[in-house]
Structures are given as structure tokens and as C-alpha cells.
């Protein structure tokens, strides 16, 4: 019986001491364990009107400081400010998974400005956003220039998931996959992958892949995109220097596309349809087309409006429906498809 009673307090002793070790540093600093978080416990307050953005961002990096781990979003309307800057919008850490109700919504605020994020991925590695909807403010907008309004803007990031969002009416695009800096040493995003997502009706493109490699998308039905040029489905479409010159790293690599479905808005004063898919060098038409995109598989889809590959090098297209014109530069294989009209670029 004494045995078992001393038995007994050591196992305490052992799991004081393991509290001690997980709660305090070295110093003796308290270093709170956050792998689950709740944005109401940070000030959230879903329907009220009121400006959320800065509870998210405390309870994203309450979990980023600690390791990393899950911020919960109940179902509701929270209103969040969209900014152009850097340390501004939804900014997420490193080993964060944003995990929203399928009947969240972030509400985006009215702005001004030409650029802006809703949700910020920048210089982060191991980011899930899952769930949720991010509604734009494409009619409400406090100003008539700009086109780079992102309701997720990812920058120079790693192993980033996005996955189940509705992603709909937005001053720019509904995705944007690129860089900080075309000029410096951290250059573009990898391992991207968007599935299950709805992405439509936002002012530019509903995808724009600027700067990224190893990026699959499937499983998404990304629609309407219609406002200002070039109301792509999605726009493979890296930032060229003068001349159409494109760097070796500026070069997107292994885009997979699959089990997707793109439907373009039908335009008016053409005699066809906007782009569903683009890959182009918007230096192509005078002559200087350098490659912008190699390794391009598109599977099992189906595309409802043009399709261009003017600046795509192994382009391959699989079991996919062109219900639109095929324009191309660059040849393209394709193994049972249907194109509805298929035509050479003279320039």
C-alpha cells in the first residue's frame, strides 16, 4: 500500500514538471500551447458589422507563435478589410490551418484602393485555408482605376492548400499565385494546391498563375469571370521585363489541371467567348514570345470559351471538352478531346 502511495506522487511530480517544461521557457516564460483556436475567443463577433480583422489576425498568430495549428471560424458574416499592405488583410503564419464553416462568409469591406488582399500568404510554408466563402466588393467599390484586388493574394510561399472556399466578387482576382519581387533571390510560390473550390464572377481573372510551380487544381468549378482585361478562367501569366525576356526562375513549372470546369461569360462586341484557359507572353504579338509556362497537363475538364496557348512549352490536354476556339502559338498534345475549332495565331 505505501509502495502504491509513493508510486502515485512521483507520477505527479513527473507531470507538474512536464507542464512546467511545455508552459515556461528556459527563462521561466510562459509560452502559451495554442494548436486550436477560436476566433470569438479573440474578439470575433459574427453579424454584427463590425470590423473582424483584427481578431483574426490575433488568434492566426496566437497559433503561429506556438508551432502552429487550427483557427476556427463558426458560421456567420464577419467583415473584414481588404489592404494593399504587406502586414495588412488576413495575414497567415507558417503551420496555420484557417478552417471555416461551410456557411462562414467574410465580408469584404468597401475600399478604394486598386490593389488589395483579402487573405495574405506571404513568405509562409504549411498554410491550409479551408471552407468558407470571401465575398468581394466589385459593386461597392470606393473607386473606378486598379485591377488587383485578390481575394487570396499568395506570395513567395510553400505547401499553401486552399481548398472547399467560394471566392466570388473581387475588384481583381479571385486567386492570385505570384512573387513580392520579380528582381530578388525569394522568387514565386510552389506546391499550390486549389481543389474543390467555386471561383466566379470576380473583375479580372478568377485564377491568375503569375509566379508559381507544382500548382494542381482540380475538382473547382471557376466561372463568369468578366470587368477589365483579360477576364481569364485562368491566366498563366508570369511578369516579363521589356522584350518579352523571362528569367529560367520566372518560368511557371508542372501546372496541373483536372476534373475542373471553366465557364466564360459570352461577350457582346466579339465573336466569341472570353478566355476559360490562357498561357501567353503579353510580348507574343510583336514577335517576342519567350516561354512563360512548361509541363502544363489539363485532364478530364471542360472549358466553355476560348482556349490560348501563345507561350507554353509541353502543353498536353486529356479527355477534355473545348467548347470554345483553340488558338494557338505553341503545339499542344491532345488524346481524346473534343475542340469545337482549333486556330493557328498568324500574328
Given at each position: ?256 489541371i483536372k476534373n475542373t470546369k471553366i465557364t466564360c461569360v459570352k461577350s457582346g462586341n466579339t465573336k466569341g467567348e472570353y478566355f476559360a ?48 476556339t483553340f488558338i494557338y502559338l505553341r503545339n499542344t498534345k491532345f488524346k481524346n478531346c473534343k475542340v469545337k475549332k482549333k486556330e493557328r495565331?498568324?500574328?
Amino acid at each position: 500500500m505505501r509502495k502504491e502511495i509513493v508510486w502515485g506522487s512521483v507520477i505527479k511530480t513527473v507531470f507538474a514538471m512536464c507542464a512546467v517544461m511545455v508552459f515556461f521557457g528556459p527563462a521561466g516564460t510562459l509560452k502559451v500551447s495554442a494548436k486550436d483556436v477560436n476566433v470569438k475567443n479573440y474578439g470575433a463577433v459574427a453579424d454584427d458589422k463590425m470590423d473582424d480583422t483584427d481578431a483574426f489576425n490575433a488568434a492566426i498568430e496566437t497559433a503561429g507563435k506556438t508551432g502552429g495549428g487550427t483557427v476556427r471560424v463558426p458560421a456567420g458574416r464577419y467583415y473584414i478589410s481588404a489592404s494593399p499592405a504587406i502586414n495588412e488583410g488576413i495575414c497567415m503564419w507558417s503551420n496555420v490551418k484557417l478552417l471555416m464553416s461551410p456557411n462562414t462568409i467574410l465580408q469584404v469591406r468597401p475600399n478604394p484602393y486598386e490593389t488589395y488582399h483579402v487573405i495574405n500568404v506571404f513568405g509562409v510554408t504549411n498554410v491550409d485555408i479551408v471552407g468558407g466563402q470571401i465575398r468581394g466588393e466589385r459593386y461597392r467599390h470606393q473607386g473606378t482605376t486598379g485591377e488587383y484586388g485578390m481575394g487570396i493574394r499568395v506570395r513567395d510561399s510553400k505547401n499553401v492548400l486552399i481548398q472547399n472556399v467560394t471566392i466570388k466578387d473581387n475588384w481583381g482576382d479571385g486567386i492570385y499565385l505570384g512573387t513580392m519581387n520579380d528582381y530578388d533571390s525569394l522568387y514565386g510560390c510552389s506546391k499550390v494546391t486549389i481543389k474543390g473550390c467555386t471561383i466566379s464572377n470576380n473583375r479580372r481573372n478568377n485564377i491568375t498563375i503569375a509566379d508559381a510551380n507544382l500548382v494542381n487544381i482540380e475538382n473547382c468549378v471557376i466561372k463568369n469571370a468578366n470587368g477589365i482585361a483579360p477576364q481569364c478562367g485562368i491566366d498563366i501569366e508570369p511578369n516579363v521585363q521589356d522584350g518579352g525576356f523571362i528569367q529560367e526562375n520566372q518560368v511557371c513549372k508542372s501546372i496541373n489541371i483536372k476534373n475542373t470546369k471553366i465557364t466564360c461569360v459570352k461577350s457582346g462586341n466579339t465573336k466569341g467567348e472570353y478566355f476559360a484557359l490562357m498561357i501567353i507572353n503579353n510580348w507574343f504579338s510583336i514577335g517576342k514570345n519567350k516561354t512563360v509556362a512548361e509541363n502544363v497537363k489539363i485532364d478530364n475538364c471542360n472549358l466553355g470559351g476560348y482556349v490560348g496557348n501563345y507561350s507554353g512549352k509541353n502543353v498536353s490536354m486529356r479527355k477534355t471538352n473545348i467548347k470554345g476556339t483553340f488558338i494557338y502559338l505553341r503545339n499542344t498534345k491532345f488524346k481524346n478531346c473534343k475542340v469545337k475549332k482549333k486556330e493557328r495565331w498568324n500574328g
